[in-house]
């Protein structure tokens, strides 16, 4: 395999993967690595970031992805 098609495989991977993620995961992921970009990392930081992903899975869409994980269905923003 040459490397663009080494690449072209690699950023299919990639965009498979943000797909299929809850919208609003993504969005605060996003939002996540722009405002923790080039701070130091220490336990304000990490109690910062700790906070954010349990936010995000207890939120509504956070559960419908643990429950069609458990339920091995597809989430509901894929159907």
Do not use: C, H, Y
Request: aromatic share 2%; hydrophobic share 45%.
């Amino acid at each position: 395999m040459g490397d663009a098609d080494a690449l072209d495989a690699t950023v299919a991977e990639i965009t498979k993967a943000l797909v299929n993620n809850s919208p609003a995961a993504v969005r605060q992921a996003k939002t996540l690595v722009r405002e923790v970009a080039g701070r130091p990392v220490d336990d304000a930081l990490v109690d910062d970031t700790a906070a954010r992903i349990a936010a995000i899975r207890a939120s509504e869409q956070g559960r419908e992805g643990v429950a069609s994980f458990l339920e091995k269905r597809k989430p509901a923003w894929l159907s």
